[in-house]
């Protein structure tokens, strides 16, 4: 396994999930790679990676190192349910000093389309910038606790 791992690339992958993919530590390539629920099913399937498109022929060829994986090389990073980015909009609202703003937020983030209202209050109070720093600054602890969990020397400035 490689001595280090790059804080940025699991921050980045932690940040961009979505529901048909799953992110994890290529240990023997010290690598984070992003595999869909297609190219996992391609490999499952012993399909040939050429009826695929090129960008995702590597993908396939990883997916089954994957399932062929013992638990020995993929690990996989923490998923958005882990992560919950709810609690995080909920704990920046709770942390503001001015009372009608985390009050504007907290009301956001109630009932469907929290998301999306909670960033345009965000945007209309002149708050963005203020949580996406705030948000990295999650991930990024989210993602140092995960690597000391899991044995990991961390390159933070890659």
Request: hydrophobic fraction near 50%.
């Given at each position: 396994m490689p001595n280090r791992v790059k804080l940025s690339a699991i921050?980045?992958?932690?940040?961009?999930?979505?529901?048909?993919s799953h992110s994890y530590l290529d240990k023997q390539a010290g690598e984070v790679v992003m595999l869909s629920d297609e190219e996992l099913a391609a490999a499952e399937?012993?399909?040939d990676p050429a009826d695929y498109p090129q960008w995702q022929q590597d993908n396939i060829e990883l997916a089954k190192a994957f399932h062929a994986d013992d638990g020995s090389r993929f690990l996989p990073l923490p998923d958005r349910f882990e992560?919950?980015?709810?609690?995080?909009?909920r704990?920046?609202?709770s942390g503001l000093e001015n009372?009608?703003?985390?009050?504007?937020?907290?009301?956001?983030?109630?009932?469907?389309?929290?998301?999306?209202?909670?960033?345009?209050?965000?945007?209309?109070?002149?708050?963005?910038?203020?949580w996406f720093e705030f948000r990295t600054g999650r991930y990024r602890?989210?993602?140092?606790?995960?690597?000391?969990e899991n044995?990991?020397?961390?390159?933070?400035?890659?």
């Open positions: 921050v980045e992958a932690m940040e961009m999930q979505f529901d048909e399937d012993q399909g992560i919950n980015e709810w609690d995080m909009m704990d920046f609202a009372a009608d703003q985390a009050e504007a937020l907290l009301t956001a983030i109630q009932g469907r389309g929290a998301f999306r209202y909670f960033k345009d209050r965000l945007h209309e109070l002149g708050l963005a910038e203020a602890q989210a993602a140092l606790d995960w690597c000391q044995g990991l020397e961390v390159d933070a400035e890659a």
